[in-house]
């Protein structure tokens, strides 16, 4: 596994927020629309912003690229991340647990069909104590597949999201 301290790299994340500030502003609409009780919204924004860094430091480390890859910090359309050297597009997800899994939400459009994501690829990053460690991938037909659609949770009304275990998600870094 490989994990990526930002503190170490001279990585601002306060850096990119305040650069993609009106990015913020349009998507604090959606706001309401996340899994779970994250608590205080803006520091859970940081940390996604950090955790896309974290990544592009990994990829850049992976690929030797002197030239770093670029975040889309709040692209309008949400759909992924980073697109690594092969054109691969990534969306990039944090959880603060150790055991965390890698999570996506379904989305309908206004007639309740199912939108399929834009991303090639997911990727799980756990973030613990300034430090993001890289815990795998998966390709979105391995993820956004029905067997996987699943609770949240274990209460009766849980929210349903695709999902995967780490042990499920492949090691590494997508093409």
Known sequence: MMSEDLNRTKLDPDEWFQSAASGFRQSVNGMDRHMGDKGNELEHR???????LAYATMLDKRDKREKRYTPRVFAPDGGWDICTSKGNKVDVKITVYEEGRLLCDRKEDHRGQEIV???DAFALLTFSNGIFTNRGWAWKEDLIDKKNFKPLT???DSKMVYQLNQSQLRQ???P
């Open 46 to 52: 940081k940390n996604g912003v950090a955790s896309e």
């Open 172 to 174: 590494g870094f997508p």
């Open 154 to 156: 274990t209460k009766k």
């Open 117 to 119: 994501p834009k991303a």
